[in-house]
């Protein structure tokens, strides 16, 4: 069998290369995502590493399968009665394979070829083919609307004027300063409270605010004491609370201050029974901005899951963290559109109070469309 391994930005350009040495019975024989080296190990590059090749007697059957289509239920049930065939078990695997890199290859495919780099760029990204296909056709009908070619760069700069009329109705920015209680939500391991600390330095340091901290997380006692650390280096009071009766007293302690940083429990909040603990604890009637945290890290549904759990409460915004750690913040886009949530922060390291942005519709289109450039 003739091979050849093929190295692209995206699945789309790859396919095209195969497409172009072995026509339509090339064969998928493995496809995986390899990184490359970014600036300071940041952004590191996502390509797509393909290898493909011809043998007229292994593909007799494969010119459809370049085609996006369904399985043929006869030989999807000839696979079934021949388990124990390690050849046909690889057959089935490069067909999954290939179904799914030409159902990405379809949406490119319908547009002319001065638009698939930035097509690619959006999927590289990580934004969903919805986005992308939205983004995709308002670029395709200002091509045709123009007499002139558009060059690159005028490409590239409708193309953020499409990304930011996906995201206009939402908030941007983040402690408004109008109400006294900031109250902090997430789950473990998103780095919360290194978060709030940012957040109540800039407070301290550049709005010259008399602030304190309540911690409800009494379960991790390492959450407690790098609270306490970072209050006693902005000189602030910290109020440990366990129950409805230590938080109304802790509010009354605070009452002289002019914002109350509230550091709840870091759980697994895809769990009813937590999410219930914090609305029995904290009164969300108060005077009070909430903000939930989510890290760039975890998977898109599992964020997903947690938006979920706190629709019903009053979230102002979204603040992501760990954004040095991802190579793409696509699903912070797709997450904030779906669920009609704005940005207040966004946090690229664990230095206080620096590794921290304030969102804007500029920062997050810039960062966006920097990718691995940065």
């Known amino acids: 069998m003739k091979m050849k391994k093929y190295v692209e930005p995206s ?19 493995n496809s995986k995502v390899v ?43 000839h696979i079934q009665t021949e388990q124990n065939s390690e050849e046909i078990k690889k057959e089935i695997a490069h067909l999954k394979v290939l179904m799914q890199s030409m159902q990405r290859y379809s949406v490119g495919s319908k547009y002319p070829d001065e638009l698939l780099p930035l097509i690619e760029q959006l999927e590289q990204q990580e934004l969903n083919q919805e986005l992308v296909t939205l983004i995709g056709d308002e670029l ?47 789950p473990t391991g998103v780095g919360k409270t290194t978060t709030i600390a940012k957040m109540a330095a800039r407070a301290v340091l550049e709005k010259k605010q008399k602030i304190g901290f309540i911690t409800t997380d009494t379960y991790r006692i390492g959450a407690i004491e790098q609270l306490k650390t970072y209050a006693n280096l902005l000189q602030a009071p910290v109020e440990i ?45 108060k005077n009070m901005e909430s903000f939930l945290v989510l890290s760039m890290t975890s998977k898109e549904r599992d964020m997903e899951a947690i938006i979920q759990q706190f629709l019903a409460f009053p979230i102002a915004k979204l603040i992501f963290t760990k954004l040095d750690e991802t190579n793409s913040i696509g699903s912070m886009i797709n ?20 590794d921290i942005e304030e969102a804007s519709f500029e920062s997050v289109v810039e960062l966006f469309f920097q990718g691995d450039k940065k």
């Open 11 to 29: 699945m789309p350009a790859a396919m095209k290369k195969v497409r172009a040495d072995f026509g339509e019975d090339a064969v998928i024989v």
């Open 35 to 77: 990184y490359s080296k970014g600036f300071l190990g940041l952004f590191k590059k996502k390509s797509i590493e393909v290898v493909a090749g011809l043998d007229r007697a292994e593909v007799r059957e494969s010119a459809p399968l370049l085609a996006p289509t369904q399985v043929d239920p006869i030989f999807d049930n």
């Open 140 to 186: 395709f009908a200002v091509m045709k609307s123009n007499k002139e070619d558009l060059s690159q760069e005028e490409l590239l700069n409708q193309a953020k004027k499409s990304f930011i009329a996906k995201m206009e109705q939402l908030p941007f920015g983040g402690i408004s300063y109008e109400k006294k209680y900031i109250n902090v939500l997430g």
């Open 241 to 285: 609370v366990y129950n409805k009766q230590d938080y109304e007293q802790a509010l009354a302690k605070f009452e002289h201050l002019d914002l109350i940083f509230i550091d709840t429990a870091g759980r697994n909040y895809k769990e009813v029974k937590y999410v219930e603990d914090v609305k029995a604890l904290i009164d969300f009637d």
């Open 335 to 354: 997450l904030m559109v779906k669920y009609n949530k704005g940005l207040a922060y966004y946090t690229t390291g664990q230095e206080v109070p620096e």
